[in-house]
């Protein structure tokens, strides 16, 4: 076990505990509280194997005192969502620990999700209600928005860095360049924000027409919904005339008995469809129009050599951060994430220089 595997379940353990400090239920508190256990537990363990000493207390890494600030900016349903998104890189590493260690891997330890379950689903005090709260926040933070941020600015500083210098290079910084930019960041931010509404307001359509055929066929066929029911929970394990009675007693209330139709038989979750496509679209546009401002911005107040020295080198900047803050989720080094994103950043904006460079000579021959 690695330095690197330590630290990130040290930096969960810090991370589980700051949620449970800032969790207004008590049951949801008390769940990562013990995940923030588990996760110490695990941390103290693959260093005692690794002979490896642990600082009292535990140190946090930056990208966890950083992702800790985010959640108390943003709330703490964005941290949620990048632990859960850790959580495979989590159980490889403990896995591959437990091989090279020649242990049995029983895959219990290392799956937190089904562990954050059990706990929830074990608590006696934990109502059905929470079970639910909890469920949603999960889902809804399980594309983490954190994340759609960043690639969202990458997008537009990358296109829209190597359209200007693309111009640039036709004109030499001059004239028309800044036109070009403003015109990239609005077709770009646009177009990404027209994307996202399609996106979001086709899903929701979809799942609306699929949850009124499933309405329709809960009053045409009673019966046979009700059969569908009882094998979905036979297929789960549950004994036969248990099953067909937690199918009966559903059927009584045809509101309930949709709705447990819907997540079962076809899998949808009610509350992604409360999502309004307009936002999602805003979002995407500014999201996208923040990166591509960045290398236009210089044009703004000055042009030719200087405009492009300036561009590049604040377009270079931004890159860096945005290759630091994919570390965030990757867990990767942000010296090797900040400059990998900056050389193939700038690559990209090299190659359109040439371009516009070699089509601005033709057209002035």
Same mark, same amino acid.
């Given at each position: ?11 969960? @353990? ?12 008590? @049951?949801?508190? $008390? ?21 490896? #000493? ?56 290392? &799956? ?16 059905? &209600? ?19 941020? #960043?690639?969202?600015? &990458? ?8 359209? #200007? ?10 004239? +028309? ?5 403003? !015109? ?7 177009? %990404? !924000? ?20 499933? %309405? ?13 029911? !009882? ?11 248990? !099953? ?14 949709? @709705? ?57 900047? +931004? ?5 630091? $803050?994919?570390?965030?989720?990757? +867990? ?9 994103? #900056? ?18 000579? @033709?057209?002035?021959?």
């Amino acid at each position: 076990m690695t330095t690197k595997n330590i630290q990130t379940e040290v930096d969960a @353990s810090f991370l589980y505990q700051k949620m449970a400090e800032h969790e207004t239920e008590d @049951s949801l508190a $008390a769940v990562f509280r013990q995940m923030s256990l588990i996760e110490r537990g695990h941390a103290e363990a693959f260093a005692k194997k690794a002979n490896v #000493v642990l600082e009292n207390p535990m140190r946090p890494s930056w990208r966890a005192k950083t992702i800790n600030f985010i959640g108390k900016v943003f709330g703490y349903d964005y941290v949620l969502g990048v632990l859960m998104d850790t959580e495979k890189g989590i159980s490889s590493a403990i896995v591959a620990g437990k091989i090279k260690q020649k242990v049995d891997v029983t895959g219990a330890e290392t &799956n937190h999700v089904k562990i954050l379950q059990s706990i929830l689903e074990t608590q006696t005090t934990t109502a059905g &209600n929470h079970l639910s709260k909890f469920e949603s926040k999960h889902r809804s933070v399980g594309g983490n928005a954190i994340r759609a941020a #960043v690639l969202g600015g &990458n997008d537009g500083l990358v296109s829209n860095f190597s359209l #200007v210098m693309g111009i640039a290079g036709a004109t030499a910084g001059q004239e +028309g360049v800044l036109l070009a930019g403003l !015109a990239g960041l609005l077709a770009g931010g646009l177009s %990404m !924000a027209l994307g996202e509404w399609i996106s979001v307001k086709s899903s929701q359509e979809l799942y609306e027409n699929q949850m009124q055929l499933e %309405m329709e066929e809960l009053e045409t066929n009673p019966e046979g919904e009700r059969q569908e029911l !009882a094998l979905i929970y036979m297929a789960k394990g549950i004994p036969e005339s248990q !099953a067909q009675e937690m199918a009966a007693d559903i059927m009584k209330d045809k509101s309930h008995a949709h @709705s447990i139709l819907v997540k079962e038989e076809l899998g949808i979750n009610a509350e992604e469809l409360k999502g309004s496509a307009i936002e999602a679209a805003v979002y995407s546009f500014i999201l996208f129009s923040i990166g591509a401002v960045i290398p236009v911005l210089p044009f703004m107040f000055t042009k030719g050599l200087t405009a492009i020295i300036i561009s590049v080198s604040a377009s270079a900047l +931004g890159l860096f951060l945005i290759g630091g $803050a994919i570390t965030l989720f990757t +867990g990767k080094n942000v010296w090797y994430s900040g400059f990998r994103q #900056v050389f193939f950043g700038l690559a990209a904006a090299a190659i359109t220089f040439g371009i516009g460079k070699l089509i601005g000579v @033709s057209v002035a021959g």
